[in-house]
């Protein structure tokens, strides 16, 4: 028995040391200490023995389990490992590049007329927005545009036909439908709709007839804010202004006014920038943006009384700021879409 | 409009420097586009020289030795000289040694290619004078041999270019820009003293010359006035009016023309002379043009007129196109010796409306279409007359034609100097408002209001010329202009909070753009106008008829964008050929679509992602596909408060230009609010585009009134805690079933079958088969049902109780069997 025993032990050590799957893991364990396995074969010999040797024997055997226990735990150690190993694969390459696509860019556009929201949030500035197809009441009538300043050429504005019908952009009468030309018109649309205090800016696409070169492009972006309040000022405007520059180039900057002429502003200016720092436009004063007092005509053609309302109005190009703050000197780049060009702007 | 300084300094003794004038320019409101400079300033050592002889240099094709003379009598130097015209007999600026050049450039005596050069002759551009170097500045033969250059050349002049706004016609003149800069720099304004007269009242008219004037379009002329000068004499002007006028950039052509461009320029009222003997019949009729009717314009071009044109005509024929551009037929020229002078106020609109429809603008027009001073008729008139007869001779016969009047002008305007402070937002001092208002001649009446504690009232007197001030407001303008932009104090934004939050479209589109960014695309942005085929092929007839532009600029821009795709696709080619490595590009922007007839602003997200790519990759990764695609769509279109998956789908069967049949779908209809298309792009189509292997798309339109409805507040509901208890069947099905219908179908019998004592919380397909063990035109789906219950765990008895019978109702359907 002791020698039966000696001999299932060693048989162990040398089966489990020559495994490395599972499965025949658990068979070996089957075999050797199973119901039906060798160790319970020799253990039911133990009932036949005799008596005074029974103390003996099961000692032996509960020594040879101990054994046995201890090469099993120790194979299965060893296979788990094994099975780690082989989940694992091969080491990684820290080096190796991701196969994954890269990360995406927001474009400039996109990040500048953000910057701009941001600034204008905290000065209590909301977002509102307003269709891109208009009517020539809300981009011109109502904002104090002569029947026939040139602005409303066929040669400066896409029109839409005579007879277009826009399901959901509304008209005030019968007028015609045409691309917007300025985001002014959502100042009309916003008054119209909301009783005063307002502090709004509307950022959108504009359409303008325009020869596509390095400084024009047909389709660009604006960026409208809107204030009416009881006693607003020339200063008050002033100070909005000189807060979103120095926001967005720093204190350095300097802003001028300039006197300017907008059918919808009275008094109207035009805002120069000059700032050392910023290479190309710090030897000069270069035009940013346009601005003024809202007309009174404005507000009567909305309903609110100038006589109890007064306002600012300003507007300014995404494209040409976004020029200014990332030095791209052609604005096609921002329509053409190469990535070597978007992945620029984070 | 071109401001000369020289000419500006006849009605204001303005001395500063041109720097400091150009800025003051800007800064009261008229934008200095450009400064030009002629004549010269000193330069030593400089002077008229006359080249003698000219001899082929010895050693050089291309150069001269030339002989000149630098003075009356002197021994001819010797210089070599590169410019092709240094022919002997031409007088030019001769650099001697040790002048100085612009540039920093000395003159020495020099060995050139071995030949001895005592000096430089000149090109224009070498004596700082403009940009000409195409050879020597040939001077006049008149002048003096060693005169300095700038005494020869002279002194010269400065001239702005200006822009000069649509509400000021009053500063297209020289006198009324002197007047805004004489009240910028506290200096007086001189205007020229007219010798002119009104000329004597009840003269008779003589009728060889003029007889009569009558106005038949009054509306569009309301005040018409003509004079009669008798015996001039035709001839160049005199120096002093030719440099004006071509300091300005006008041709002199002779004393009368002259005279009336030149009183143009001062005083903005255009003016026209006729000769007198052209003037058939002697009467002058201002009247509509006859359809049709013609007249060769000074420019020798025939212009056909229409009846909305307004004329000056004698007897027989129409003359001028009133107010814009006289014609051929009636010219002064040297044979005139009695001139009609016509000093006039057309309609601005009508000057307007006949001049675009001409394609002819004039300085007359120009100034015509913005609004010329309504009263400044008879004085221009009598300072040309005083320039006629000073330069031409002659006097003036006959009365004054004057026909109609000047349209009401008369403003005042009252206001408050608070009314001025409050609009401004800072302190300007009462007298400092009231200097600055008069200097542009506004006239104040003060009155003490008696009503008030302080303060008074002013009644603003306002002059003929400033038709655009009308309002209180427009004189903030005014003061705030001429008290200087530069002085609105700075301060801090003072800024109530008002409870607004960005508008929900905002939010949907920022939204859209950081999950597409995250999700590794790139934005672009296209324009919002594609071709007329391109919508009939992707859309429909109907579209391309109803999204097309008025007036496009070019073929390609001229419908409305129906889809954001096209563009999107132009961007991955792009990309493709430059080898950028992009495969994945998004846009976020509005486009247009057509139902019924009618066109519908959408908001929309469109996104392209090419299966393949030139740059091969070391580890293969799944490629994108129609799933791809309706995941993104889902996630976006819940943020406008939409579910993908409640929408009514369906594949896309018939043949379309942008999509592959059987391999894209859509889903929604855009007329309830939402609209989204995705799957892989027609194949067809993008191997014409040029782009090589698949592209998967996803398009989602929603409606900007559907958005703005969609914000809704979560509400939180309670969950099981209790674990959950999983089956799977599997159904064998007809091949062409759709898996949706299936999973609802499972759903049903499920949630019938579990009754109320237990939950099916989830029934979720995680297998598709097809193939080998199932028969001919079928297919497999596996379903996983998740049971839970909200109070206790469940019992294997149960859920397997529950299982069982939602499989027997299910079998009960012929359509359904379970796979074994």
């Not at chain 2, 989830?762 to 049971?787: C, H, I, T």
Request: proline content about 6%; overall charge negative.
């Amino acid at each position: 028995m002791q020698a039966a025993l000696q001999a299932l032990v060693e048989k162990a050590r040398g089966d489990l040391a020559a495994l490395s799957a599972r499965p025949e893991f658990e068979a070996a364990k089957a075999r050797f200490v199973g119901p039906n396995g060798e160790l319970t074969a020799l253990m039911k010999q133990l009932g036949a023995a005799p008596k005074e040797q029974k103390p003996i024997l099961g000692k032996l055997i509960n020594q040879a389990k101990g054994e046995l226990q201890t090469l099993l735990d120790a194979a299965l150690a060893r296979i788990e490992q094994a099975e780690i190993a082989a989940q694992l694969g091969p080491a990684i390459d820290p080096t190796l590049p991701s196969p994954d696509s890269g990360a995406g860019t927001t474009h400039p556009l996109t990040l500048v007329r953000e910057e701009l929201c941001r600034i204008f949030r905290k000065a209590g500035f909301a977002v509102v927005e307003g269709p891109e197809v208009e009517t020539e009441w809300f981009c011109f009538d109502a904002l104090n545009t002569p029947a026939d300043h040139p602005a409303r050429d066929l040669q400066d504005t896409f029109y839409l036909p005579e007879n277009a019908l826009v399901a959901n952009v509304s008209q005030r009468t019968k007028e015609r439908y045409l691309l917007r030309t300025h985001t002014s018109s959502v100042q009309i649309r916003t008054m119209l709709k909301q009783k005063p205090p307002v502090r709004i800016i509307s950022p959108g696409r504009v359409f303008r007839r325009d020869t596509i070169d390095a400084t024009h492009s047909a389709n660009f972006h604006q960026l409208e804010g809107l204030y009416v309040d009881r006693n607003v000022t020339v200063k008050d405007l002033k100070a909005i202004l000189d807060y979103l520059f120095q926001s967005l180039l720093g204190k350095d900057i300097k802003t001028r006014f300039r006197p300017h002429y907008f059918g919808y502003t009275e008094p109207s200016f035009e805002v120069d920038l000059s700032a050392k720092h910023l290479g190309k436009i710090g030897k000069e004063w270069v035009e940013i943006m346009g601005c003024g007092m809202v007309d009174p005509a404005v507000f009567e053609s909305v309903g609110y009384d100038p006589k109890e309302w007064t306002g600012y109005a300003f507007g300014m190009g995404i494209e040409r700021i976004a020029m200014m703050l990332y030095g791209v000197d052609d604005i096609r780049y921002f329509y053409q879409n190469d990535a070597r060009f978007l992945r620029q702007f984070v | 409009m071109k401001l000369s300084l020289n000419w500006l300094r006849r009605y204001v003794a303005l001395d500063r420097p041109v720097d400091e004038i150009s800025n003051a320019l800007t800064m009261i409101g008229f934008e200095v586009e450009g400064i030009a400079r002629t004549g010269l300033s000193p330069i030593a050592n400089v002077v008229v020289g006359e080249i003698v002889t000219r001899d082929k240099h010895p050693g050089a094709d291309k150069l001269s030795v030339c002989t000149v003379r630098v003075a009356p009598e002197a021994t001819p130097i010797q210089i070599v000289c590169g410019a092709p015209n240094c022919d002997a007999g031409h007088r030019v600026p001769v650099a001697l040694p040790g002048a100085v050049m612009p540039g920093d450039f000395k003159i020495k005596v020099s060995k050139i290619r071995g030949v001895e050069s005592n000096g430089m002759m000149c090109s224009a551009r070498e004596l700082g004078l403009g940009d000409d170097h195409g050879g020597l500045l040939v001077l006049p033969n008149t002048l003096t041999l060693g005169t300095p250059i700038h005494e020869a050349i002279g002194a010269g002049d400065v001239v702005f270019d200006l822009e000069i706004t649509p509400n000021r016609p009053d500063c297209l003149s020289h006198l009324g820009l002197a007047r805004e800069l004489a009240a910028w720099f506290r200096l007086p304004l001189q205007y020229p003293a007219i010798k002119t007269g009104e000329p004597t009242a009840g003269a008779p008219a003589v009728p060889h010359l003029l007889e009569s004037v009558a106005v038949t379009a009054e509306e569009d002329c309301p005040h018409y006035t003509a004079h009669v000068v008798s015996g001039v004499k035709i001839g160049p002007s005199p120096a002093w009016l030719q440099e004006a006028l071509q300091a300005v950039g006008l041709r002199p052509i002779n004393n009368v023309v002259d005279v009336t461009n030149f009183v143009l320029m001062e005083t903005g009222q255009p003016l026209h002379a006729f000769d007198a003997k052209k003037i058939a019949g002697h009467r002058l009729t201002i009247r509509r043009a006859a359809e049709g009717e013609k007249l060769v314009t000074l420019d020798n071009k025939e212009r056909v007129l229409t009846e909305r044109m307004l004329v000056i005509a004698d007897a027989e024929k129409p003359l001028v196109v009133a107010g814009i551009m006289g014609g051929a037929n009636a010219e002064v020229d040297a044979t005139t010796t009695d001139l009609v002078l016509e000093s006039a106020f057309f309609k601005p609109t009508a000057i307007r409306a006949t001049a675009k429809k001409l394609g002819l603008s004039s300085d007359s027009s120009y100034r015509f279409e913005r609004g010329i001073d309504p009263c400044g008729l008879l004085p221009a008139a009598r300072r040309a007359i005083d320039l006629i007869l000073e330069t031409a001779g002659g006097q003036v016969v006959g009365p004054l034609f004057n026909v109609g009047s000047a349209p009401a002008t008369e403003t005042a305007i009252e206001v408050t100097p608070d009314f001025i402070r409050a609009r401004a937002g800072y302190d300007i001092p009462d007298a400092t408002m009231r200097e600055l208002l008069e200097a542009i001649e506004l006239e104040i009446e003060v009155r003490n209001d008696v009503t008030r504690l302080t303060g008074s009232i002013w009644n603003v007197k306002v002059p003929s010329w400033r038709g655009d001030l009308d309002r209180d407001v427009d004189l903030v303008e005014e003061v705030v202009r001429l008290h200087g932009c530069d002085k609105i104090p700075p301060t801090p934004v003072v800024a109530v909070a008002l409870p607004e939050d960005d508008d929900p479209i905002t939010e949907f589109n920022r939204a859209a753009g950081a999950y597409l960014v995250g999700q590794h695309f790139h934005e672009c942005a296209n324009y919002s106008q594609r071709s007329g085929p391109e919508t009939a092929a992707w859309f429909s007839d109907a579209a391309a008829k109803t999204l097309g532009l008025a007036n496009p600029f070019t073929e390609e821009y001229s419908h409305l964008r129906a889809s954001l795709i096209n563009g999107l696709l132009e961007n991955l080619r792009l990309n493709q050929d430059r080898r950028t490595g992009a495969t994945k590009l998004f846009e976020v922007g509005r486009t247009f679509r057509e139902v019924d007839g009618k066109i519908h602003e959408c908001l929309s997200v469109g996104f392209v992602i090419r299966t393949e790519s030139e740059d091969a990759q070391w580890l293969a990764r799944p490629a994108a596909d129609f799933y791809t695609a309706k995941r993104h769509l889902a996630v976006i279109a819940a943020n406008a408060g939409v579910t993908l998956e409640s929408l009514r789908v369906e594949r896309v069967a018939a043949p379309n230009a942008g999509w592959q049949p059987d391999h894209a779908a859509t889903f929604g209809r855009l007329t309830d609010g939402c609209e989204a298309r995705c799957g892989l792009l027609n194949l067809e189509m993008l191997r014409k585009l040029g782009l090589a292997g698949g592209v998967v798309a996803g398009m989602l339109y929603v409606l900007p009134e559907k958005v703005a409805e969609a914000k809704r507040r979560a509400k939180y509901k309670p969950f099981s805690l209790f674990p959950a208890a999983l089956r799977d069947i599997a159904l064998v099905v007809d091949a062409t079933a759709a898996a949706e219908t299936v999973r609802r179908d499972v759903a049903k019998a499920a949630r019938a079958a579990a009754g109320g004592k237990l939950a099916l919380e989830n029934v979720r397909l995680f297998d598709v088969y097809q193939g080998k063990g199932l028969p001919e035109g079928k297919k497999s789906f596996a379903f996983s049902l998740v049971y839970r219950a909200e109070d206790r765990t469940l019992t294997d008895d149960e859920v397997n109780a529950a299982f069982q019978k939602a499989q027997d109702e299910l079998t009960k359907n012929a359509a359904y069997a379970i796979r074994k």
